[in-house]
């Protein structure tokens, strides 16, 4: 995922949520609260929640722009066994090496659609003659707003790949059945990865 918004960091009191709903006092939802922390694409909030039985509680919320993601066919899905194509990065937070479809953040006012090309273009070098939506998903709805629109690709055309600094990608090709065997074995963990080769599997391939 680019990292390529500004850096700013706030100071702490402006609330950037706008004024509470004005039936905050009558239905679940948030009451009060401000912008805590501020860098690059996230904010943190530390609100005030009434929660379903009326009580009022305090709330991290981890405000994200949204992300779109990829499934890369570079066969008929509905073949035998049809051909994925799958990215092996880097990823600090797990201090290793992660199986993952290409995936980015939504940059200001852009489509899902087109972030999911432009994304397939820069971590793998490929551009899809069709795109198709498949499914959303909120990543981690604990503590965060971020949701990825999981699309499908084909008709791929192979290119240059445009990758960010802090991008460590290594690209493969695998058929469907050994991707599938590697979410199995616990060889792929990356939950966007995992729901996007389940759903294809499932709902648009004839594996």
Known sequence: MSD??????SDGTRDLRGPASP?????????????????RFLDAHLDQ??????????????KHPGAA????FLSDPRGDDPQVLLIHQYRYAVDGMLWEIPAGRLE???PTIACAHRELREETGCTATAMESLTS???APGFTDERIEIFLATGLVRGESTREADEFIEVATLP??????????GEITDAKTVVGLLYAAGFRSGV
């Open 137 to 139: 998903i909120w990543t």
């Open 23 to 39: 039936d905050a006092g009558r239905t679940p939802g948030r009451v009060d609260g401000a912008r805590v922390w501020q860098y």
């Open 108 to 110: 200001p006012g852009e």
């Open 176 to 185: 469907l059945s050994k991707a599938l065997g590697m979410i199995a074995s």
């Open 4 to 9: 390529d918004a500004s850096d700013g960091v």
């Open 49 to 62: 929640v009434r929660y379903p039985d009326g009580s009022v509680g305090e709330q991290v919320l981890i």
């Open 69 to 72: 993601a990829v499934v890369p």
